[in-house]
């Protein structure tokens, strides 16, 4: 199978998120706390901030670090090449 079609093939999934407990809720709720407190400190430099999302393909937890002004990711954890290569080793295990 063809890289191209195994990623053409993962745009028409869909992904249904599972309903979260009360303490993922809570759990979410501190992370996000967090991360703005730290974004607030100009630790990762004045007009950067740190972000914290889930990969939609891979549902995996990113961490970056954006420029608020341009909106360019800075720094991300882990990068963009190793959650394409996670993805497309899961697919073809499947």
């Not at 053409?8 to 703005?36: F, G, H, N, R, Y």
């Not at 939609?56 to 990711?73: D, M, S, W």
């Amino acid at each position: 199978m063809e890289i191209g079609s195994i990623q053409s093939s993962t745009q028409a999934l869909a992904v249904v998120p599972s309903p979260m407990s009360a303490t993922e809720t809570v759990e979410k709720q501190d992370i996000v706390q967090a991360v703005k407190a730290l974004s607030g400190t100009e630790l990762f430099g004045q007009d950067n901030e740190l972000t914290f999302v889930l990969d939609r393909q891979t549902r995996k937890p990113v961490v970056r670090i954006v420029n608020r002004q341009t909106n360019e990711v800075v720094r991300q954890i882990p990068p963009e090449s190793v959650l394409r290569l996670a993805e497309d080793l899961r697919l073809l295990q499947e």
